[in-house]
Nanobody, 126 residues
Framework: QVQLVESGGGLVQAGGSLRLSCAASGRTFSSYVMAWFRQAPGKEREFAAAISWSGGRIYYADSVKGRFTISRDNAKNTVYLQMNSVKPEDTAVYYC???????????????????WGQGTQVTVDS
């Protein structure tokens, strides 16, 4: 129904900034919840940020709060993750996810999302 493709990952120095993008195709996701998850080597995939289709509900993991900003442009079918003041522990593969409207408690859960991108690598150098 929907395909998600992440871009914008790469190598960045600690303290620097990076912006990830996730472009959707297929059926519109304007009414979908969108989220970013990340997975470091040897660790489970963890929640980073989520946003409702209208932008009225936004949630962040404590580990990224104050540094990362999630936003979406429904006209462009794109969701963004602006990463500022990055740290070495931010190094991970970042995945974009989408699904129908979810309850707040479900928005930070991996298994809540039916659609996933392929991931983009973010490496933060000390």
């Amino acid at each position: 129904q929907v395909q998600l493709v992440e871009s914008g990952g790469g190598l960045v120095q600690a303290g620097g900034s990076l912006r990830l993008s996730c472009a959707a195709s297929g059926r519109t996701f304007s009414s979908y919840v969108m989220a970013w998850f990340r997975q470091a080597p040897g660790k489970e995939r963890e929640f980073a940020a989520a946003i409702s289709w209208s932008g009225g509900r936004i949630y962040y993991a404590d580990s990224v709060k104050g540094r990362f900003t999630i936003s979406r442009d429904n006209a462009k079918n794109t969701v963004y993750l602006q990463m500022n003041s990055v740290k070495p522990e931010d190094t991970a593969v970042y995945y974009c996810a989408a699904d129908r409207q979810l309850s707040p408690q479900a928005m930070n859960t991996v298994r809540s999302y039916a659609y996933w991108g392929q991931g983009t690598q973010v490496t933060v150098d000390s």
